[in-house]
Nanobody, 124 residues
Framework: VQLQASGGGLAQAGGSLRLSCAAS????????MGWFRQAPRKEREFVGA????????NYAESVKGRATISKNKVENTMYLQMSSLKPEDTAVYFC??????????????????WGQGTQVTVSS
């Protein structure tokens, strides 16, 4: 398994959560990694991404200021920390990796590897 997402669950509006994405060393050290989410009856949408070095990030407008993506180089794990959660954040969250894209890439078809998804439900 190249990517393994975890950390989803039930949260209250206004609360926070942290998702994790464990990656193989090859992907973690060389690929752009990102988070996407998909709500029922909606297309998969970009949440944010981080470049291979971990120093540069990009976020969707819908989560900007509420989301932080980071990488732990010891654990080969990427994190998505979200605060001020809203019911509209409810979705299945996926981590993904791209060998050829910039951290600015928001098109899911440009990402080569995907984790299995983790459900986040935000109650009002």
């Amino acid at each position: 398994v190249q990517l393994q997402a975890s950390g989803g669950g039930l949260a209250q509006a206004g609360g926070s959560l942290r998702l994790s994405c464990a990656a193989s060393g090859r992907i973690f050290n060389n690929y752009v990694m990102g988070w996407f989410r998909q709500a029922p009856r909606k297309e998969r949408e970009f949440v944010g991404a981080i470049n291979w070095s971990g120093y540069t990030t990009n976020y969707a407008e819908s989560v900007k200021g509420r989301a932080t993506i980071s990488k732990n180089k010891v654990e080969n794990t990427m994190y998505l920390q979200m605060s001020s959660l809203k019911p509209e954040d409810t979705a299945v969250y996926f981590c993904a990796a791209s060998s050829s894209s910039s951290y600015r890439e928001t098109d899911p078809s440009k990402y080569d590897y995907w984790g299995q998804g983790t459900q986040v439900t935000v109650s009002s």
